[in-house]
């Protein structure tokens, strides 16, 4: 299986600070990794694709980047809105195995 | 718009059975592949099953492998999950999700299993 080592696990930031949060996979998994946002008591929300793809609707200050086993997901400036759980998942081969998620909270 | 409806959740002895279902709605059903996820209370995601299309293809989490089935019926836009010998570890909310290429792009709103003597 791959592992998939989400860090950090939580983070505590301002409104407007830069946050990024990384993921290392296993073994390479090309850009096959996706990143997903969820709110508390809620289902998870997709935000980027294959890597670096922004879902349709998602804002601009989300971005991923990364490819093989090396993955980052940046919010370029935190809004009110964004303190949530991520996940990151690998969708390369089963099982596809999600992050441990990061919290981002609020300083 | 898209709708996914998970049903079927509950409280089960260990042991037990019980069977999900998610109904779907808003786009054409039989176009894509879908998965089931779960989620321990206050704990992360883990992915459980998948099933393609057309239903000829699936694929298990290893720890709900011989216990788990998943399966799909186009005709009525559903997805299904029969869980048996359902243990306490077992207990989650079940997600199913719509699978687009590499991700799952709509996610339902979750049922309950509670597995407790």
């Known amino acids: 299986d791959i592992q998939v080592t989400q860090s950090p696990s939580s983070v505590s930031a301002f409104v407007g600070d830069r946050v990024t949060i990384t993921c290392r996979a296993s073994q390479g998994i090309g850009t096959w990794l996706a990143w997903y946002q969820q709110m508390p008591g809620k289902a998870p929300k997709l935000l980027i694709s294959s890597a670096s793809t922004l879902q349709s609707g998602v804002p601009s200050r989300f971005s991923g980047s990364g490819s093989g086993t090396f993955f980052t997901l940046t919010i370029s400036s935190l809004q009110p809105e964004d303190f949530a759980n991520y996940y990151c998942q690998q969708a390369s081969i089963f099982p596809r195995t999600f992050g441990q998620g990061t919290k981002v909270e609020m300083k | 718009q898209v709708e996914l409806v998970e049903s079927g959740g509950g409280l089960v002895k260990p042991g037990g059975s019980l069977r999900l279902s998610c109904l779907a709605s808003g786009f054409t059903f039989s176009d894509n592949y879908m998965n089931w996820i779960r989620q321990a209370p206050g704990k992360g995601l883990e992915w459980v099953s998948y099933?393609?299309?057309?239903?000829?293809?699936?694929n298990y989490a290893d720890s709900v492998k011989g216990r788990f089935t998943i399966s799909r019926d186009n005709a009525k836009n559903s997805l299904y999950l029969h869980m048996n010998n359902l243990r306490v570890e077992d207990t989650a909310v079940y997600y199913c999700?719509?699978?687009?290429?590499?991700?799952?792009?709509?996610w339902g709103q979750g049922t309950l299993v509670t597995v407790s003597s």
């Open positions: 099933i393609s299309s057309r239903g000829t293809m699936t």
């Open positions: 999700a719509r699978g687009v290429t590499g991700a799952d792009d709509f």
